[in-house]
């Protein structure tokens, strides 16, 4: 999944615990993982460096292509952000835009403490690490991007929808 349906996701799951930041945390970080069990489209990181076992991956920070992917990951992760804050706090709820942020960056947060992990090897992050790949393994779907987008798309909407229901 790209950053910005983490995001939004992310805001989503929190919003249903507006009085409860720690509850609110904890249902954004866990939408990551839930969402990621979806067959999902995700663009290719050009720096990473793939293992046969996933735990070995690392991104070559050294590689001019790091950069380019720095950018791209930040964008996204920008982008969801934004789009959080729009439908939560100024389109369809009008919860606070820290709480939203709350919300989106735990959605996102998995996938960084995925690069934290392959820096520091950490034992701390290691059973985190080992989830994280056994809900997505088999789940990389390759239609075209635009499609693969789509697909996001409608995911995004589809749990907005819900949410403004509930």
Not at 44 to 52: A, Y
Not at 73 to 98: E, H, K, M, Q, R
Not at 108 to 136: A, E, G, M, N
Request: charged share 15%; hydrophobic share 55%.
């Amino acid at each position: 999944m790209t950053l910005t349906t983490h995001a939004v996701v992310g805001a989503a799951a929190a919003s249903l615990f507006p009085s409860q930041p720690v509850l609110a945390f904890a249902a954004g970080f866990v939408s990551h993982l839930a969402i990621d069990a979806l067959p999902h489209w995700d663009y290719s990181i050009l720096s990473k460096q793939q293992e046969t076992n996933r735990l070995n991956d690392d991104i070559n920070v050294h590689n001019k292509k790091f950069f380019f992917d720095l950018a791209r990951i930040g964008s996204d992760a920008l982008l969801g952000t934004i789009l959080a804050v729009l439908i939560f706090s100024f389109w369809l709820f009008d919860l606070p835009i820290w709480f939203v942020v709350l919300g989106a960056w735990a959605g996102i947060l998995p996938d960084p403490l995925q690069f934290v992990y392959w820096k520091t090897r950490s034992k701390l992050l290691l059973p985190l690490q080992r989830f994280h790949i056994w809900i997505q393994k088999g789940k990389s779907i390759a239609p075209p991007p635009l499609l693969g987008l789509f697909y996001q798309l409608l995911l995004v909407v589809t749990l907005v929808a819900l949410r403004k229901l509930i």
